[in-house]
Protein backbone atom coordinates (compact mmCIF):
# COMPACT_ATOMS: atom_id res chain seq x y z
CA UNK A 1 0.00 0.00 0.00
CA UNK A 2 1.28 3.47 -0.79
CA UNK A 3 0.45 6.35 1.49
CA UNK A 4 1.86 10.16 0.57
CA UNK A 5 3.09 12.55 2.63
CA UNK A 6 3.04 15.90 1.74
CA UNK A 7 6.39 17.59 1.32
CA UNK A 8 6.25 20.98 0.71
CA UNK A 9 7.79 22.34 4.00
CA UNK A 10 6.70 21.18 7.98
CA UNK A 11 7.53 18.11 9.44
CA UNK A 12 7.06 15.48 6.83
CA UNK A 13 10.23 13.27 7.64
CA UNK A 14 8.67 12.32 10.94
CA UNK A 15 5.31 11.51 9.68
CA UNK A 16 7.32 8.99 7.37
CA UNK A 17 9.16 7.48 10.45
CA UNK A 18 5.66 7.62 12.27
CA UNK A 19 4.21 5.54 9.31
CA UNK A 20 7.05 3.15 9.45
CA UNK A 21 6.84 2.93 13.28
CA UNK A 22 2.84 2.03 12.84
CA UNK A 23 3.46 -0.48 9.83
CA UNK A 24 6.95 -1.19 8.75
CA UNK A 25 6.19 -2.18 4.90
CA UNK A 26 3.96 0.88 4.31
CA UNK A 27 5.57 2.51 0.82
CA UNK A 28 6.16 5.99 2.12
CA UNK A 29 5.80 8.57 -1.35
CA UNK A 30 6.42 12.47 -0.98
CA UNK A 31 4.53 14.37 -2.74
CA UNK A 32 5.67 17.72 -4.34
CA UNK A 33 3.97 17.31 -7.71
CA UNK A 34 0.00 16.37 -8.63
CA UNK A 35 1.27 13.02 -10.78
CA UNK A 36 3.01 11.85 -6.90
CA UNK A 37 -0.96 11.69 -5.80
CA UNK A 38 -1.49 8.56 -8.39
CA UNK A 39 -1.88 5.54 -7.04
CA UNK A 40 -2.03 6.29 -3.58
CA UNK A 41 -4.30 4.85 -0.97
CA UNK A 42 -4.51 8.45 1.15
CA UNK A 43 -2.38 11.30 1.78
CA UNK A 44 -0.80 13.10 5.51
CA UNK A 45 -0.72 16.85 5.12
CA UNK A 46 1.57 17.90 8.50
CA UNK A 47 2.41 20.34 10.29
CA UNK A 48 4.37 23.82 9.45
CA UNK A 49 3.15 27.35 8.75
CA UNK A 50 -0.84 26.82 7.19
CA UNK A 51 0.54 30.11 4.83
CA UNK A 52 3.59 28.83 3.64
CA UNK A 53 1.96 25.48 2.62
CA UNK A 54 -1.09 27.09 1.05
CA UNK A 55 1.70 29.69 -1.00
CA UNK A 56 3.43 26.70 -2.14
CA UNK A 57 0.45 24.56 -2.91
CA UNK A 58 -0.69 27.40 -5.23
CA UNK A 59 3.25 27.62 -6.55
CA UNK A 60 3.45 24.02 -7.68
CA UNK A 61 0.26 23.83 -8.89
CA UNK A 62 -1.13 21.32 -6.49
CA UNK A 63 -4.55 23.01 -4.66
CA UNK A 64 -6.98 21.76 -7.39
CA UNK A 65 -5.24 18.49 -7.71
CA UNK A 66 -5.30 17.84 -3.21
CA UNK A 67 -8.79 18.96 -3.51
CA UNK A 68 -9.50 16.43 -5.71
CA UNK A 69 -7.83 13.95 -4.21
CA UNK A 70 -8.98 14.10 -1.08
CA UNK A 71 -12.43 13.97 -2.83
CA UNK A 72 -12.42 10.35 -3.49
CA UNK A 73 -9.67 9.41 -0.31
CA UNK A 74 -9.08 9.63 3.09
CA UNK A 75 -6.33 12.60 3.88
CA UNK A 76 -4.66 13.21 7.40
CA UNK A 77 -4.12 16.29 8.66
CA UNK A 78 -2.18 17.49 11.63
CA UNK A 79 -1.78 20.74 12.94
CA UNK A 80 -1.38 23.15 10.03
CA UNK A 81 -2.66 19.93 7.73
CA UNK A 82 -5.87 20.68 9.83
CA UNK A 83 -5.99 24.42 9.01
CA UNK A 84 -5.31 23.38 5.08
CA UNK A 85 -8.40 20.38 5.29
CA UNK A 86 -11.17 22.84 7.24
CA UNK A 87 -14.11 24.43 5.38
CA UNK A 88 -13.46 27.81 7.60
CA UNK A 89 -10.17 29.32 9.46
CA UNK A 90 -10.33 31.86 11.72
CA UNK A 91 -7.88 34.21 13.40
CA UNK A 92 -7.02 35.35 10.19
CA UNK A 93 -9.42 34.05 7.88
CA UNK A 94 -7.23 31.71 5.38
CA UNK A 95 -8.37 30.05 1.94
CA UNK A 96 -8.31 26.68 2.70
CA UNK A 97 -8.64 23.10 0.76
CA UNK A 98 -12.18 23.18 2.61
CA UNK A 99 -12.62 18.89 2.27
CA UNK A 100 -13.49 18.99 6.02
CA UNK A 101 -16.57 20.29 7.76
CA UNK A 102 -14.65 22.26 10.72
CA UNK A 103 -14.29 25.84 12.03
CA UNK A 104 -10.54 26.11 12.84
CA UNK A 105 -8.96 29.15 14.73
CA UNK A 106 -5.39 29.36 14.39
CA UNK A 107 -2.94 29.95 17.27
CA UNK A 108 -5.33 29.55 19.69
CA UNK A 109 -3.85 28.99 22.79
CA UNK A 110 -1.99 32.20 23.27
CA UNK A 111 1.47 33.10 23.53
CA UNK A 112 2.57 32.19 26.33
CA UNK A 113 0.83 28.41 25.76
CA UNK A 114 1.18 28.24 22.77
CA UNK A 115 3.43 24.94 23.23
CA UNK A 116 3.24 22.18 25.44
CA UNK A 117 3.02 18.09 26.07
CA UNK A 118 -0.23 17.00 27.16
CA UNK A 119 -1.80 13.57 28.67
CA UNK A 120 -4.89 12.80 27.29
CA UNK A 121 -7.55 9.94 28.14
CA UNK A 122 -9.13 8.31 25.01
CA UNK A 123 -11.08 5.25 24.89
CA UNK A 124 -11.54 5.33 21.08
CA UNK A 125 -8.12 4.35 19.92
CA UNK A 126 -7.63 0.80 21.20
CA UNK A 127 -6.27 0.55 24.87
CA UNK A 128 -6.78 2.73 27.93
CA UNK A 129 -3.03 4.20 27.84
CA UNK A 130 -3.25 8.02 27.75
CA UNK A 131 -2.16 9.73 24.76
CA UNK A 132 0.81 11.87 24.48
CA UNK A 133 0.00 14.94 22.37
CA UNK A 134 2.56 17.32 21.25
CA UNK A 135 0.75 21.12 20.82
CA UNK A 136 2.78 23.36 18.80
CA UNK A 137 1.43 27.03 17.98
CA UNK A 138 -2.23 25.05 17.84
CA UNK A 139 -5.75 25.73 16.79
CA UNK A 140 -8.61 24.86 18.10
CA UNK A 141 -11.19 23.05 16.48
CA UNK A 142 -14.53 25.46 17.25
CA UNK A 143 -16.98 23.68 15.67
CA UNK A 144 -17.48 20.07 13.97
CA UNK A 145 -19.96 19.40 10.96
CA UNK A 146 -22.71 16.97 10.90
CA UNK A 147 -21.23 13.23 11.20
CA UNK A 148 -18.13 14.13 12.93
CA UNK A 149 -16.82 11.94 15.65
CA UNK A 150 -14.41 13.60 18.48
CA UNK A 151 -11.74 11.04 19.32
CA UNK A 152 -10.02 12.73 22.06
CA UNK A 153 -10.73 15.93 23.60
CA UNK A 154 -8.09 18.40 25.46
CA UNK A 155 -10.00 21.14 28.10
CA UNK A 156 -12.94 19.87 26.23
CA UNK A 157 -11.78 20.97 22.47
CA UNK A 158 -11.35 18.06 20.29
CA UNK A 159 -8.20 17.66 18.95
CA UNK A 160 -8.92 13.98 16.84
CA UNK A 161 -11.62 14.45 15.06
CA UNK A 162 -13.10 11.91 12.45
CA UNK A 163 -14.91 13.71 9.46
CA UNK A 164 -16.34 12.58 6.28
CA UNK A 165 -13.85 9.88 5.59
CA UNK A 166 -10.92 11.98 7.09
CA UNK A 167 -8.91 12.66 10.43
CA UNK A 168 -7.38 15.78 11.99
CA UNK A 169 -5.35 16.64 14.54
CA UNK A 170 -4.63 19.74 15.98
CA UNK A 171 -1.53 18.02 17.58
CA UNK A 172 1.85 16.29 16.28
CA UNK A 173 1.27 12.55 16.47
CA UNK A 174 4.10 12.37 14.36
CA UNK A 175 5.93 13.60 17.32
CA UNK A 176 5.16 10.97 19.96
CA UNK A 177 6.59 7.57 20.00
CA UNK A 178 2.67 6.05 20.36
CA UNK A 179 1.60 4.65 16.61
CA UNK A 180 -2.27 4.48 17.41
CA UNK A 181 -3.15 7.59 15.80
CA UNK A 182 -1.23 6.57 12.91
CA UNK A 183 -2.54 3.31 12.62
CA UNK A 184 -6.22 4.32 12.98
CA UNK A 185 -5.60 6.37 9.82
CA UNK A 186 -3.77 3.18 8.01
CA UNK A 187 -6.46 1.41 8.88
CA UNK A 188 -9.37 2.92 7.35
CA UNK A 189 -7.26 2.74 4.08
CA UNK A 190 -8.11 0.76 0.67
CA UNK A 191 -4.75 -0.25 -0.69
N1 LIG B 1 0.48 27.93 13.82
C1 LIG B 1 0.59 27.19 12.59
C2 LIG B 1 -0.40 27.69 11.55
O1 LIG B 1 -1.22 28.48 11.85
C3 LIG B 1 0.37 25.72 12.81
C4 LIG B 1 1.46 25.18 13.70
C5 LIG B 1 1.79 23.74 13.51
O2 LIG B 1 1.52 23.13 12.47
N2 LIG B 1 2.44 23.19 14.48
O3 LIG B 1 -0.35 27.29 10.42
Known amino acids: MKVGV ?15 RARPRVEIVEVRQSHHLEGLAGLIIPGGESTTMLKLMEYYGLFESLRAFGARKPVFGTCAGAILLATEVLNPAQASLGLVDLTVERNAYGRQLDSRVVRLSTHELGGDAELEAVLIRA ?6 GAGGRVLVRYQNDPVLVEIGGHLVATFHPELSPDPRVHERFLSRLEP
Not at 6 to 20: N, P, T
Not at 139 to 144: A, E, F, K, L, Q
Request: net charge positive; no cysteine.
Open 6 to 20: LALQGDFEAHAAALR
Open 139 to 144: PIIRRV
